[in-house]
Nanobody, 118 residues
Framework: VQLVESGGGLVQPGGSLRLSCAVSGFTLDEYAVGWFRQAPGKTREVVACITSSEPSTYYADSVKGRFTISRDIARNTVFLQMTSLKFEDTAVYYC????????????WGQGTQVTVSS
């Protein structure tokens, strides 16, 4: 099992980035995937999730209306489109997959740095 994030970088406030999470070993239509982030000195927090079926999505209040999670089943890749980026979005972003019955995310990528700075 492998989750590999990409797409992070340096962006100015108000800018956009698209993160990708390439998943191998699991098919996305069977497992939920989430994006999380951890800023320096802060605990990791959930940003957005997409379920295996339907699928349905969840967003943290801090990113609603600005971030969009989506997936490409054929490419087994999950995306996080981030727009109107703010200084406080600066963090390491991780994607994670849940194989557990209680929904806990137990498979993690290595993370990608997003820095919002002028």
């Amino acid at each position: 099992v492998q989750l590999v994030e990409s797409g992070g970088g340096l962006v100015q406030p108000g800018g956009s980035l698209r993160l990708s999470c390439a998943v191998s070993g699991f098919t996305l239509d069977e497992y939920a995937v989430g994006w999380f982030r951890q800023a320096p000195g802060k605990t990791r927090e959930v940003v957005a999730c997409i379920t295996s079926s339907e699928p349905s999505t969840y967003y943290a209040d801090s990113v609603k209306g600005r971030f969009t999670i989506s997936r490409d089943i054929a490419r087994n890749t999950v995306f996080l489109q981030m727009t109107s980026l703010k200084f406080e979005d600066t963090a390491v972003y991780y994607c994670a997959l849940s194989t557990t019955s209680n929904g806990r995310f137990d498979m993690w990528g290595q993370g990608t740095q997003v820095t919002v700075s002028s």
